[in-house]
């Protein structure tokens, strides 16, 4: 293991670290590529071969006796992945093959189009659940993100002191003119 510094804040971490510990910067690891599911990206899927099929071999025992069974074999190696967010099924050569920069350039633009819109909750749900990492991590990352690319957050609505506000002045004058 060796030690090397992160590009984003500067500190010392091992090379092993899928991200920076301190700030939550993702680790780029030169010519690393993913498997990714081609409909929502994700590179949460899982693979599983097709195995015997029952209604292939009972098909071909039907229509050409005890060799038939054999046919129950026919497409046993196949892959067939199915990714764990959206359930898309797919075969092992339709998956979407994303290089490690490109899958972070790809998660930064789309960041940054949630940080503007929707704010900072949401930003720091999606990058966790874009790349498996813990909460602190992700928080961190994100708020790196918004200072290095000087983002302004969405002006806040009415929260709960509006609403806490409205409350008291109907309370104050339902009593007001109960007592008059």
Request: one cysteine or more; a positive charge.
């Amino acid at each position: 293991m060796a030690l090397i510094t992160c590009s984003e804040c500067g500190k010392k971490i091992s090379d092993q670290a899928a991200s920076c510990p301190n700030c939550g910067n993702p680790i780029n690891v030169k010519g690393e590529e993913y498997l990714c599911c081609p409909k929502c990206k994700s590179k949460e899927i899982h693979s599983q071969h097709a195995g015997f099929s029952g209604g292939k071999a009972l098909t071909g025992a039907l229509l050409t006796g005890g060799i038939g069974i054999l046919a129950g074999t026919i497409g046993n190696k196949d892959v067939q992945i199915t990714c764990l967010k959206c359930g898309h099924k797919f075969k092992a050569g339709d998956a979407l093959i994303i290089g490690n920069d490109e899958f972070n350039r790809a998660i930064d633009a789309e960041l940054s189009k949630i940080i503007t819109e929707n704010g900072k909750i949401q930003a720091v749900t999606f990058y966790k659940d874009k790349t498996n990492c813990d909460l602190l991590s992700a928080f961190k990352y994100v708020e790196g993100f918004i200072t290095k690319n000087n983002l302004t957050l969405p002006a806040k609505k009415g929260g709960c002191a509006g609403v806490l506000l409205v409350l008291i002045a109907s309370a104050s004058t339902v009593i007001g003119s109960l007592l008059i």
